[in-house]
Protein backbone atom coordinates (compact mmCIF):
# COMPACT_ATOMS: atom_id res chain seq x y z
CA UNK A 1 0.00 0.00 0.00
CA UNK A 2 1.93 2.98 -0.84
CA UNK A 3 -0.60 5.81 0.62
CA UNK A 4 0.77 8.22 2.65
CA UNK A 5 0.41 7.15 6.33
CA UNK A 6 -2.04 10.29 7.70
CA UNK A 7 -3.77 9.30 4.59
CA UNK A 8 -3.91 5.16 6.11
CA UNK A 9 -4.93 6.62 9.49
CA UNK A 10 -7.68 9.00 8.45
CA UNK A 11 -8.97 6.26 6.22
CA UNK A 12 -9.41 3.62 9.07
CA UNK A 13 -10.65 5.79 11.53
CA UNK A 14 -13.87 6.68 9.15
CA UNK A 15 -14.13 2.88 7.74
CA UNK A 16 -14.00 2.03 11.98
CA UNK A 17 -16.68 4.28 12.83
CA UNK A 18 -19.14 3.36 9.94
CA UNK A 19 -18.23 -0.09 10.29
CA UNK A 20 -19.10 -0.14 14.22
CA UNK A 21 -22.45 2.37 13.95
CA UNK A 22 -23.49 -0.05 10.96
CA UNK A 23 -22.90 -3.03 13.05
CA UNK A 24 -24.71 -1.31 15.85
CA UNK A 25 -27.79 -0.17 13.87
CA UNK A 26 -27.95 -4.01 12.42
CA UNK A 27 -28.43 -5.33 15.72
CA UNK A 28 -30.02 -2.68 17.35
CA UNK A 29 -32.67 -0.84 14.93
CA UNK A 30 -36.24 -1.87 15.03
CA UNK A 31 -36.92 -2.23 11.40
CA UNK A 32 -35.08 -5.51 9.79
CA UNK A 33 -35.05 -3.86 6.30
CA UNK A 34 -32.81 -0.96 8.02
CA UNK A 35 -30.84 -3.59 9.28
CA UNK A 36 -30.66 -5.45 6.31
CA UNK A 37 -29.22 -2.18 4.07
CA UNK A 38 -26.41 -1.43 6.91
CA UNK A 39 -25.09 -4.74 6.78
CA UNK A 40 -24.23 -3.76 3.30
CA UNK A 41 -22.74 -0.66 4.83
CA UNK A 42 -20.68 -3.40 7.29
CA UNK A 43 -19.63 -5.66 4.45
CA UNK A 44 -18.48 -2.35 2.19
CA UNK A 45 -16.41 -0.79 5.19
CA UNK A 46 -14.82 -4.25 5.73
CA UNK A 47 -13.99 -4.53 1.99
CA UNK A 48 -12.42 -1.21 2.79
CA UNK A 49 -10.53 -2.10 5.20
CA UNK A 50 -9.17 -5.20 3.24
CA UNK A 51 -7.80 -2.26 0.95
CA UNK A 52 -5.99 -0.83 3.44
CA UNK A 53 -4.15 -4.14 4.69
CA UNK A 54 -3.06 -4.99 0.56
CA UNK A 55 -5.31 -7.51 -0.24
CA UNK A 56 -7.21 -6.30 -3.06
CA UNK A 57 -8.61 -9.53 -4.64
CA UNK A 58 -10.45 -10.37 -0.82
CA UNK A 59 -12.14 -7.24 -0.86
CA UNK A 60 -13.23 -7.58 -4.18
CA UNK A 61 -14.60 -10.72 -3.59
CA UNK A 62 -16.21 -9.58 -0.31
CA UNK A 63 -18.14 -6.97 -2.17
CA UNK A 64 -19.08 -9.58 -4.88
CA UNK A 65 -20.18 -12.11 -2.79
CA UNK A 66 -21.20 -10.33 0.70
CA UNK A 67 -23.09 -7.42 -0.73
CA UNK A 68 -23.96 -9.08 -4.05
CA UNK A 69 -25.20 -12.25 -2.85
CA UNK A 70 -25.97 -12.52 0.79
CA UNK A 71 -26.87 -9.17 1.41
CA UNK A 72 -29.67 -9.39 -1.75
CA UNK A 73 -30.48 -13.16 -0.31
CA UNK A 74 -31.29 -11.92 3.26
CA UNK A 75 -33.19 -9.01 1.21
CA UNK A 76 -35.48 -11.57 -0.24
CA UNK A 77 -35.96 -13.66 2.95
CA UNK A 78 -37.20 -10.13 4.54
CA UNK A 79 -39.57 -9.96 1.70
CA UNK A 80 -40.59 -13.42 1.84
CA UNK A 81 -41.52 -13.74 5.30
CA UNK A 82 -42.74 -10.07 4.98
CA UNK A 83 -45.43 -10.39 8.13
CA UNK A 84 -45.93 -7.46 10.48
CA UNK A 85 -46.05 -8.82 13.91
CA UNK A 86 -45.99 -7.34 17.28
CA UNK A 87 -43.63 -9.86 19.06
CA UNK A 88 -45.55 -11.25 22.18
CA UNK A 89 -43.87 -9.25 24.94
CA UNK A 90 -41.72 -11.71 27.57
CA UNK A 91 -41.42 -11.53 30.89
CA UNK A 92 -38.23 -9.95 32.77
CA UNK A 93 -36.31 -9.65 28.63
CA UNK A 94 -34.45 -6.28 30.48
CA UNK A 95 -32.27 -9.20 32.47
CA UNK A 96 -31.63 -11.17 29.85
CA UNK A 97 -30.56 -8.24 27.50
CA UNK A 98 -28.32 -6.16 30.58
CA UNK A 99 -26.55 -9.85 31.06
CA UNK A 100 -26.00 -10.30 27.67
CA UNK A 101 -24.23 -6.52 27.31
CA UNK A 102 -22.94 -7.55 30.50
CA UNK A 103 -21.00 -10.84 28.74
CA UNK A 104 -20.60 -8.85 25.71
CA UNK A 105 -18.77 -6.00 26.93
CA UNK A 106 -16.21 -8.59 29.34
CA UNK A 107 -15.55 -10.84 26.67
CA UNK A 108 -14.70 -7.46 24.84
CA UNK A 109 -12.55 -6.35 27.92
CA UNK A 110 -10.70 -9.29 28.07
CA UNK A 111 -10.01 -9.58 24.07
CA UNK A 112 -8.89 -5.79 24.53
CA UNK A 113 -6.65 -7.09 27.53
CA UNK A 114 -5.18 -9.81 25.68
CA UNK A 115 -4.62 -7.88 22.02
CA UNK A 116 -2.40 -5.34 23.91
CA UNK A 117 -0.40 -7.57 26.01
CA UNK A 118 0.67 -10.08 23.71
CA UNK A 119 3.45 -9.23 21.70
CA UNK A 120 3.09 -9.98 18.17
CA UNK A 121 5.77 -11.27 15.80
CA UNK A 122 5.42 -8.80 13.62
CA UNK A 123 7.21 -9.46 10.04
CA UNK A 124 8.76 -5.94 8.60
CA UNK A 125 9.83 -7.54 5.64
CA UNK A 126 8.26 -5.32 2.51
CA UNK A 127 6.83 -7.45 -0.49
CA UNK A 128 5.48 -5.54 -3.92
CA UNK A 129 1.95 -5.51 -2.82
CA UNK A 130 0.67 -6.03 -6.40
CA UNK A 131 0.90 -9.83 -6.57
CA UNK A 132 -1.65 -11.17 -4.19
CA UNK A 133 -3.93 -12.22 -6.73
CA UNK A 134 -0.96 -14.75 -8.10
CA UNK A 135 0.12 -16.01 -4.16
CA UNK A 136 -3.69 -17.03 -3.87
CA UNK A 137 -4.08 -18.80 -6.92
CA UNK A 138 -0.44 -20.67 -6.36
CA UNK A 139 -1.98 -21.56 -3.00
CA UNK A 140 -5.43 -22.98 -4.34
CA UNK A 141 -3.92 -24.94 -7.04
CA UNK A 142 -1.16 -26.07 -4.53
CA UNK A 143 -1.22 -26.45 -1.32
CA UNK A 144 -5.01 -26.06 -0.62
CA UNK A 145 -6.09 -28.00 -3.75
CA UNK A 146 -7.94 -30.21 -1.99
CA UNK A 147 -10.16 -27.93 0.71
CA UNK A 148 -10.65 -25.99 -2.71
CA UNK A 149 -12.22 -28.70 -4.37
CA UNK A 150 -14.40 -29.86 -1.61
CA UNK A 151 -15.43 -26.49 -1.10
CA UNK A 152 -16.86 -26.72 -4.80
CA UNK A 153 -19.04 -29.95 -3.52
CA UNK A 154 -20.15 -27.40 -0.60
CA UNK A 155 -21.48 -24.78 -2.54
CA UNK A 156 -23.60 -27.57 -4.56
CA UNK A 157 -24.69 -29.55 -1.35
CA UNK A 158 -25.47 -25.93 -0.21
CA UNK A 159 -27.59 -24.96 -3.23
CA UNK A 160 -29.04 -28.44 -3.66
CA UNK A 161 -30.12 -28.73 0.25
CA UNK A 162 -31.82 -24.67 0.00
CA UNK A 163 -33.44 -25.75 -2.94
CA UNK A 164 -35.00 -28.84 -1.68
CA UNK A 165 -35.97 -27.14 2.04
CA UNK A 166 -37.53 -23.74 0.33
CA UNK A 167 -39.44 -25.79 -2.24
CA UNK A 168 -43.23 -26.26 -1.40
CA UNK A 169 -44.90 -29.01 -2.91
CA UNK A 170 -48.54 -30.10 -2.34
CA UNK A 171 -49.06 -33.23 -2.48
CA UNK A 172 -52.64 -33.85 -4.05
CA UNK A 173 -55.05 -36.23 -2.07
CA UNK A 174 -55.62 -39.46 -4.25
CA UNK A 175 -56.86 -42.42 -3.85
CA UNK A 176 -54.52 -45.26 -3.45
CA UNK A 177 -54.22 -47.16 -6.51
CA UNK A 178 -51.72 -50.30 -7.34
CA UNK A 179 -48.78 -48.44 -8.55
CA UNK A 180 -49.54 -46.39 -4.59
CA UNK A 181 -49.19 -49.40 -3.05
CA UNK A 182 -46.20 -50.40 -4.96
CA UNK A 183 -44.40 -47.30 -4.16
CA UNK A 184 -45.44 -46.89 -1.26
CA UNK A 185 -41.93 -46.95 0.84
CA UNK A 186 -40.87 -44.08 -1.38
CA UNK A 187 -40.59 -40.32 -0.81
CA UNK A 188 -43.81 -38.47 -0.76
CA UNK A 189 -41.73 -35.85 -2.48
CA UNK A 190 -40.31 -37.08 -5.67
CA UNK A 191 -39.44 -34.75 -8.67
CA UNK A 192 -41.84 -34.54 -11.62
CA UNK A 193 -41.83 -37.04 -13.60
CA UNK A 194 -40.08 -37.16 -17.18
CA UNK A 195 -42.48 -36.15 -20.12
CA UNK A 196 -42.08 -39.62 -22.22
CA UNK A 197 -42.64 -42.00 -19.33
CA UNK B 1 2.51 6.53 13.52
CA UNK B 2 1.61 3.78 11.23
CA UNK B 3 -1.30 1.13 11.09
CA UNK B 4 -0.64 -1.39 13.58
CA UNK B 5 -1.72 -4.97 13.83
CA UNK B 6 -3.34 -3.96 17.19
CA UNK B 7 -6.10 -1.80 15.39
CA UNK B 8 -7.61 -4.84 13.34
CA UNK B 9 -7.96 -6.87 15.84
CA UNK B 10 -9.61 -4.20 18.42
CA UNK B 11 -11.79 -3.61 15.69
CA UNK B 12 -12.57 -7.34 14.85
CA UNK B 13 -13.07 -8.05 18.77
CA UNK B 14 -15.54 -5.02 18.85
CA UNK B 15 -17.70 -6.26 15.62
CA UNK B 16 -17.58 -10.04 17.41
CA UNK B 17 -19.03 -8.73 20.54
CA UNK B 18 -21.68 -6.86 18.77
CA UNK B 19 -22.77 -9.97 16.96
CA UNK B 20 -22.62 -12.28 19.75
CA UNK B 21 -25.08 -9.68 21.54
CA UNK B 22 -27.29 -9.87 18.77
CA UNK B 23 -27.51 -13.37 17.85
CA UNK B 24 -28.40 -13.59 21.75
CA UNK B 25 -31.02 -10.93 21.73
CA UNK B 26 -32.86 -10.79 19.05
CA UNK B 27 -36.10 -11.79 18.22
CA UNK B 28 -36.54 -11.66 14.23
CA UNK B 29 -34.82 -14.77 13.08
CA UNK B 30 -33.90 -12.98 9.98
CA UNK B 31 -31.73 -10.75 12.41
CA UNK B 32 -30.38 -14.28 13.97
CA UNK B 33 -28.87 -14.69 10.73
CA UNK B 34 -27.52 -11.65 10.56
CA UNK B 35 -25.50 -11.33 13.38
CA UNK B 36 -24.25 -14.45 12.11
CA UNK B 37 -22.51 -13.19 9.04
CA UNK B 38 -21.35 -10.04 11.47
CA UNK B 39 -19.74 -13.18 13.63
CA UNK B 40 -18.18 -14.60 10.63
CA UNK B 41 -16.95 -11.10 9.16
CA UNK B 42 -14.95 -10.10 12.58
CA UNK B 43 -13.00 -13.69 12.13
CA UNK B 44 -12.41 -12.20 8.45
CA UNK B 45 -10.64 -9.19 9.46
CA UNK B 46 -8.47 -11.51 12.29
CA UNK B 47 -7.36 -13.78 9.80
CA UNK B 48 -6.84 -10.08 7.08
CA UNK B 49 -4.83 -8.71 9.61
CA UNK B 50 -2.76 -11.51 10.51
CA UNK B 51 -2.27 -12.24 7.19
CA UNK B 52 -0.83 -8.95 6.43
CA UNK B 53 1.41 -8.05 10.05
CA UNK B 54 2.67 -11.61 10.64
CA UNK B 55 3.08 -13.36 7.15
CA UNK B 56 3.17 -10.95 4.39
CA UNK B 57 5.43 -12.83 2.04
CA UNK B 58 3.13 -16.27 1.63
CA UNK B 59 -0.34 -14.78 2.76
CA UNK B 60 -2.35 -17.94 3.85
CA UNK B 61 -4.53 -15.66 5.81
CA UNK B 62 -5.86 -14.56 2.74
CA UNK B 63 -6.63 -18.38 1.17
CA UNK B 64 -8.26 -18.85 5.04
CA UNK B 65 -10.57 -15.99 4.34
CA UNK B 66 -11.77 -16.81 0.94
CA UNK B 67 -12.66 -20.24 2.19
CA UNK B 68 -14.67 -18.43 5.52
CA UNK B 69 -16.51 -16.22 2.85
CA UNK B 70 -17.37 -19.63 0.80
CA UNK B 71 -18.61 -21.10 4.03
CA UNK B 72 -20.36 -17.99 4.95
CA UNK B 73 -22.20 -18.01 2.05
CA UNK B 74 -23.35 -21.70 1.69
CA UNK B 75 -24.70 -21.12 5.44
CA UNK B 76 -26.33 -17.96 4.26
CA UNK B 77 -28.53 -19.84 1.27
CA UNK B 78 -29.53 -22.64 3.63
CA UNK B 79 -30.18 -21.10 7.19
CA UNK B 80 -32.67 -18.61 5.08
CA UNK B 81 -34.27 -21.75 3.10
CA UNK B 82 -34.78 -23.05 6.83
CA UNK B 83 -36.14 -19.34 8.00
CA UNK B 84 -37.96 -19.98 5.17
CA UNK B 85 -39.65 -23.69 5.93
CA UNK B 86 -39.90 -22.51 9.67
CA UNK B 87 -41.83 -19.46 8.66
CA UNK B 88 -44.29 -21.64 6.22
CA UNK B 89 -44.76 -24.49 9.34
CA UNK B 90 -45.51 -22.15 12.28
CA UNK B 91 -46.49 -18.66 11.25
CA UNK B 92 -44.33 -17.02 12.36
CA UNK B 93 -40.32 -15.85 12.73
CA UNK B 94 -40.09 -15.07 16.66
CA UNK B 95 -37.29 -16.81 18.05
CA UNK B 96 -39.37 -17.34 21.49
CA UNK B 97 -41.68 -19.55 20.22
CA UNK B 98 -39.03 -21.55 17.85
CA UNK B 99 -39.97 -24.24 21.11
CA UNK B 100 -40.81 -27.46 19.80
CA UNK B 101 -37.58 -29.02 21.30
CA UNK B 102 -37.76 -27.17 24.47
CA UNK B 103 -38.32 -29.19 27.57
Known amino acids: MNLAEGVQIVSFGILAVMMLGAALGVVLLNQIVYSAFLLGGVFMSISGLYILLNADFVAAAQILIYVGAVNVLILFAIMLVNKKEEFKPVRNRWIRQGATALVCVGLLALLSTMVLATPWAVDTTTVNASSTIIQIGKHFFSDFLLPFELASVLLLMAMVGAIILARRDFIPERKATTTEVETALTLPERPRELSGS | ?103
Not at chain 2, 23 to 51: I, Y
Open chain 2, 1 to 103: MELQLEYFLLLGAALFCIGIYGLVTSRNAVRVLMSVELLLNAVNLNLMGFSNFLDPVEIKGQVFTVFVITVAAAEAAVGLAIILAIYRNRDTIDMEQFNLLKW
